[in-house]
């Protein structure tokens, strides 16, 4: 693991912290059938022994690298941004330390890249599952190509998730953008990132899954919220909405057909924004994070008071619903 390649066409740079599932990701990325890669391992400063399982490898295309002390707990974006200085290749993914890709994801996605090379940003269809194996969502079907506006209509609309390691960037583009947007814990930074590099389209594989994205409590958008992230939630909502509105705004469409997406987009923006957004983060919110921070949540455009006001209801609905169901339990003992 210490040959460093001269010349390569893909990085993949994982940022690891977590342990329980790295070997299962390495596997993923090292086994793929197309080998014109290097993979990049950055351990953020972890606690967890990441050394061991890094070590078992005896592969060149390896290079393995420890950051002196912790980035990602204050700043993600930052320690994204740190990691991937080390790539070399023409092409980056930002790998994660608990998914899982095809093995042929690769092999599939390169041939996306040779026919669009004009192209920044590339993504496969994506199933999303819990530990469990459980299956929550799989990514509907597209054309290979999108452009901006196509791709703002399918994700405000839900038809395709977000997320980050299963895209493709072009190195030299990101970086000339500045890495990663980095936006408050990380909240919309893959979403703009992606955006901001999509003024050639998007190259889209969508004829199966090629990626496995793991939800489990350590995710940003699944974890319990308290006063301090729940006002970077919103913080950062607000950035990528009025980003968003400022974009749609300027843009001039080129036909009755992208002035037609153009009214869906700003109708599913503001209601994706509502409820799979801040609904969702008020219900893993405590009252008192609620009711706190409702100064900062209203300042996100299509948000009010009184909306904030409603989704108290959810720290009560599921105290109860906890409570009911250990009297549940210990009646059935």
């Not at 109708?267 to 409820?275: D, F, P």
């Amino acid at each position: 693991m210490e040959k460093v390649l001269e010349k390569v066409k893909y990085s993949f740079v994982l940022p690891a912290y977590k342990a329980k599932y790295l070997k299962e990701s390495i596997d993923s990325i090292i086994n793929q059938t197309y080998t014109d890669f290097e993979l990049i391992i950055v351990n953020d400063a972890s606690p967890e022994d990441v050394d061991s399982i890094v070590n078992s490898y005896q592969d060149d295309r390896i290079q393995y690298y420890r950051n002196e002390k912790n980035i990602g707990g204050t700043d993600l974006v930052a320690q994204w941004n740190y990691s991937i200085s080390y790539a070399k290749g023409e092409y980056l993914i930002l790998a994660s330390d608990d998914d899982i890709y095809s093995l042929e994801y690769l092999e599939k996605m390169d041939t996306l890249v040779r026919r669009y090379p004009e192209t920044n940003v590339f993504r496969c269809r994506v199933k999303r599952f819990e530990n469990s194996g459980k299956i929550l969502q799989i990514d509907g079907y597209e054309g290979e190509y999108l452009t901006k506006i196509e791709y703002l209509h399918l994700w405000t609309a839900k038809h395709i998730g977000s997320g980050i390691p299963f895209v493709i960037f072009k190195r030299e583009a990101l970086m000339n953008i500045g890495g990663f947007v980095n936006y408050p814990l990380a909240w919309f930074s893959d979403d703009a990132t992606i955006f901001k590099l999509a003024d050639n389209g998007i190259g889209v594989y969508s004829k199966e899954t090629l990626f496995s994205f793991r939800y489990s409590n350590e995710n940003i958008s699944t974890a319990k919220n308290n006063k301090k992230s729940l006002v970077a939630k919103y913080r950062a909502t607000r950035m990528f909405y009025d980003h968003c509105i400022e974009f749609l705004e300027n843009y001039v469409p080129r036909d009755e057909e992208e002035e037609h997406l153009i009214t869906s987009i700003e109708y599913n923006l503001v209601r994706m924004i509502r409820k799979d957004k801040v609904r969702n983060q008020l219900r893993t919110s405590s009252l008192h994070a609620i009711v706190s921070t409702i100064n900062e949540g209203r300042k996100i455009g299509p948000i009010s008071t009184f909306y904030i006001m409603m989704c108290c209801k959810y720290p009560f609905k599921y105290f109860f619903k906890r409570c009911f169901s250990k009297k549940y339990r210990k009646y059935k003992k």
